[in-house]
Nanobody, 127 residues
Framework: QVQLVESGGGLVQAGGSLRLSCAAS????????MGWFRQAPGKEREFVAA????????YYADSVKGRFTISRDNAKSTVYLEMNSLNPEDTAVYYC????????????????????WGQGTQVTVSS
């Protein structure tokens, strides 16, 4: 299993930006495709973005497309989520996830596709 540790969350005003980081350890990072999910209070965990092992393929939820960017640095075993134009609806705990299996978007949005999870980092957007 790969271990994942998120960082970079915090409180930001609407319209602001944050960059989340997720550091991986324990396994060869390039063996994994990486993703970000989020969970707001009282809601189910939802898919945000995914990136394949090389960084050559990415998927985004419609709600964040054009505002969020997922990227990875394989030399640093780290995946990032750059979040711009934040709004209060983006408030949630953000989780980093890893999987060995890449597939079509309809598969990658499922939490069951992902085998390893971080502990989460809180993002709060004030209006």
């Amino acid at each position: 299993q790969v271990q994942l540790v998120e960082s970079g969350g915090g409180l930001v005003q609407a319209g602001g930006s944050l960059r989340l980081s997720c550091a991986a350890s324990g396994r060869t990072f390039t063996s994994y495709h990486m993703g970000w999910f989020r969970q707001a209070p009282g809601k189910e965990r939802e898919f945000v973005a995914a990136i394949n092992w090389s960084g050559g393929s990415t998927y985004y939820a419609d709600s964040v497309k054009g505002r969020f960017t997922i990227s990875r640095d394989n030399a640093k075993s780290t995946v990032y989520l750059e979040m711009n134009s934040l709004n209060p609806e983006d408030t949630a705990v953000y989780y980093c996830a890893a999987t060995w299996r890449w597939g079509i978007p309809a598969e990658m949005v499922k939490t069951t596709r992902w085998g390893s999870w971080g502990q989460g980092t809180q993002v709060t957007v004030s209006s």
